[in-house]
């Protein structure tokens, strides 16, 4: 891939996933950690593993470095076990996902040094078997941003998805074909605006592909509120959510960027001002820049 979309990718997925330090159950009752790292083998949504697939688990569970709470002391196998069997006990929680409020029943954490290690592993991983695909033979050579969306669908779904029309319009660079086939369920919470963003960086992609521009940069276009939440994200304008919505958050956000550049603290995400300042730190930071 290229190096902007690993340098992008933990700023791009914090957002829909969160950072979690122990282990919890997501909404379809899988145990993960981390960035949304599945450490999970059963095979069906919402059960109980068999005693293979829990096998298989643990052996998932202990590529990470677990530490002891309070103590900092690196955590036995037994003592992953323990963490593992007791929060996939809780399935009546998993509807809530990140909120289900599982740290109380954990003794492990991971730092985050251990997080950006796991995340960027179960990367290289997720590529090497997506590029082993046919259809994805060219992905050295795609734009940044359509590497960048594919990826992300790789991160919810895995590297052996099956979408065969959207397979179809990858291996022939057809982005806004792409674009319209990259949607999955349930169109839900950040599900749904993983959907979006990927959507948005698809189209991205045709048009870097049109006007000749590098390939090797992400382009964001902060022409609109979903693009300038994106922007802000970018710069490290934390929390906030890119739904595309000019709400009171957003508002905030923007005030907030637009004090510590010197700007008018107006909340008003088109404001000319604010898109070119926007755009002039994106650049500095190595994005390609649409719609200022």
Same mark, same amino acid.
């Given at each position: ?12 997925? /914090?957002?829909?996933?969160? &950072?979690?330090? +122990?282990?919890? %159950? #997501?909404?379809?009752?899988? !145990?993960? =950690? ?77 730092? /985050?040094?251990?997080?950006? &290690?796991?995340? +960027?592993?179960? %990367? #290289?991983?997720?590529?090497? !078997?997506? =590029? ?77 592909? /049109? ?82």
């Amino acid at each position: 891939m290229h190096q902007s979309v690993r340098d992008y990718w933990i700023t791009f997925n /914090d957002p829909l996933e969160g &950072r979690v330090h +122990f282990m919890y %159950l #997501d909404v379809k009752g899988y !145990v993960s =950690t981390g960035i949304g790292n599945k450490i999970d083998e059963t095979a069906q949504d919402n059960s109980a593993p068999t005693a293979q697939e829990r096998d298989a688990s643990l052996v998932a569970a202990n590529r990470l470095r677990w530490l002891v709470n309070d103590v900092d002391t690196e955590a036995t196998p037994e003592d992953v076990a323990t963490d593992w069997d007791t929060v996939k006990s809780h399935m009546e929680l998993a509807p809530l996902g990140l909120h289900g409020k599982f740290q109380p029943f954990t003794r492990l954490h991971v730092d /985050d040094e251990e997080v950006d &290690r796991h995340v +960027f592993a179960k %990367l #290289d991983e997720m590529e090497s !078997v997506l =590029t082993s695909r046919d259809e994805f033979g060219g992905f050295a050579s795609w734009p940044a941003n359509a590497q960048l969306a594919t990826l992300s669908m790789c991160w919810a779904m895995g590297p052996k998805f099956r979408f065969p029309k959207f397979q179809d319009h990858v291996r022939d660079r057809d982005w806004a074909g792409a674009a319209d086939e990259c949607h999955f369920t349930p169109d839900v919470g950040t599900i749904r605006i993983r959907n979006m963003l990927d959507r948005a960086h698809l189209l991205l992609a045709r048009d870097v592909e /049109d006007r000749g521009l590098p390939i090797q940069q992400i382009v964001l276009d902060v022409s609109d509120v979903f693009g300038v939440q994106g922007a802000l994200l970018a710069l490290d304008f934390k929390p906030l959510s890119q739904d595309g919505v000019d709400g009171l958050l957003t508002q905030g956000k923007v005030r907030e960027f637009q004090s510590a550049t010197g700007l008018v603290e107006n909340g008003a995400f088109d404001d000319p001002d604010t898109v070119s300042a926007l755009a002039a730190q994106l650049s500095g930071r190595g994005f390609t820049v649409f719609g200022a």
